[in-house]
């Protein structure tokens, strides 16, 4: 089985930074992209950040200048640098990997169980 498995949330005043990780674990064969999105309450879950094998990055407008996506592809884990924190950015950000696991024939999207930020006014 494949785990997915965000840390680094938590409450902080606005203009404040965060950094989420995300590690992976389990028997897993190769990784494409990973990503990171969030949902607030009442909203739609949305697509923050992703990093491609290849390096190449995609940014929601709103988080533009202000966010981060890095990859530690020793480690299998990906990282959101979280600065200038608005209080719109409150939601539970969601860590997700399409990956190829051992023994299999396609590559799937996996998803972690999700971290809390919050960003007080």
């Known amino acids: 089985q494949v785990q997915l498995v965000e840390s680094g949330g938590g409450l902080v005043q606005a203009g404040g930074s965060l950094r989420l990780s995300c590690a992976t674990s389990?028997?897993?064969?190769?990784?494409?992209?990973m990503g990171w999105f969030r949902q607030a309450p009442g909203k739609q879950r949305e697509l923050v950040a992703s990093l491609t094998s290849g390096g190449g990055t995609n940014y929601a407008d709103s988080v533009k200048g202000r966010f981060t996506i890095s990859r530690d592809n020793a480690k299998n884990t990906v990282y959101l640098q979280l600065n200038s924190l608005k209080p719109e950015d409150t939601a539970v950000y969601y860590c997700t990997a399409r990956l190829l696991i051992r023994g299999g024939n396609r590559y799937d999207n996996y998803w972690g169980q999700g971290t809390q930020v919050t960003v007080s006014s």
């Open positions: 389990g028997s897993i064969f190769s990784i494409n992209s």
